[in-house]
Nanobody, 126 residues
Framework: QVRLVQSGGGLVQAGDSLRLSCAAF????????MGWFRQAPGKEREFVAA????????SYADSVKGRFTISRDNAKNMVHLQMDSLKPEDTDAYYC???????????????????WGQGTQVTVSS
């Protein structure tokens, strides 16, 4: 099992940048693909970005492509989500997630991620 602890988030203005981080504890980090998801109250959790175990394959939701960047540091057991050019519609609770997958996969489905961070709020004002 792996435990995920998130940091970052907060209140920013439209056009600003923010970086979310997620630290993994308790298991071999490079065994897991990592994902970021977001969820608004009363809505389903939606995919934002994912990265494979080695860090050489990434996947993004169309809504964030070109603005958000996912990265990982396997030596430090960390995954990051750099969010640039933030928009009010990016306001949500953000969650990191870990899933054991084949080496080359960066999954987009919540069902493939059994381990989740505690969530962190991102609020973008217009």
């Amino acid at each position: 099992q792996v435990r995920l602890v998130q940091s970052g988030g907060g209140l920013v203005q439209a056009g600003d940048s923010l970086r979310l981080s997620c630290a993994a504890f308790g298991s071999t980090f490079s065994n897991y693909a990592m994902g970021w998801f977001r969820q608004a109250p009363g809505k389903e959790r939606e995919f934002v970005a994912a990265i494979n175990r080695r860090g050489d394959v990434t996947s993004y939701a169309d809504s964030v492509k070109g603005r958000f960047t996912i990265s990982r540091d396997n030596a430090k057991n960390m995954v990051h989500l750099q969010m640039d050019s933030l928009k009010p519609e990016d306001t949500d609770a953000y969650y990191c997630a870990a899933g054991t997958t084949s080496q080359g996969l960066a999954p987009r489905s919540t069902s493939l991620y059994p381990y989740w961070g505690q969530g962190t709020q991102v609020t973008v004002s217009s």
